[in-house]
């Protein structure tokens, strides 16, 4: 299970430099569902999100898509892959299974949502600032969030 979701993490993160990922975008991607996904857990499980998985996960994320997206440099995604990599093993075994949850589920939105923008981005200019407000907020309502009890 592991190696699928590292291998999951490889495929993706080398799709992704095929497009631009939008740093302000991604911030504001990303807090809007971490504010989504409390109030899912509030409204259905009466329980709080674990914050420190969440924001573990965004600054690795947002590390990724500003630093190494904006920046390319191959010796810099190496370290901190090994850094990833490291601290997934120093972790405990129910943070982990959560954190590839919630890795696996929120870059996959995340790519789709790039895409997606890069994609009308370049048909049109006058359509690169209203999109990332319009996806965020079809995200904030569209998608519900599973709660894994492990």
């Not at 504001?28 to 857990?41: A, D, P, R, Y």
């Amino acid at each position: 299970m592991f190696s699928r979701c590292l291998l999951f993490f490889f495929f993706f993160f080398f799709l992704h430099t095929c497009f631009f990922s939008f740093a302000i975008s991604y911030f504001l991607f990303f807090l809007f569902f971490f504010f989504k996904l409390s109030i899912w857990s509030l409204l259905f499980c009466n329980s709080f999100v674990d914050y420190s998985s969440l924001f573990f996960y965004f600054s690795f994320n947002f590390l990724l898509s500003v630093v190494v997206m904006r920046y390319f440099d191959f010796p810099l995604i190496i370290l901190i892959i090994i850094l990833f990599l490291f601290f997934i093993f120093l972790l405990q075994l129910q943070f982990l299974f959560r954190f590839i949850f919630l890795f696996v589920f929120f870059n996959v939105l995340s790519f789709f949502l790039s895409f997606f923008l890069s994609f009308f981005q370049s048909l049109s200019l006058c359509l690169s600032f209203p999109l990332p407000i319009i996806f965020i907020f079809i995200s904030l309502f569209a998608f519900p969030v599973i709660s894994i009890d492990i």
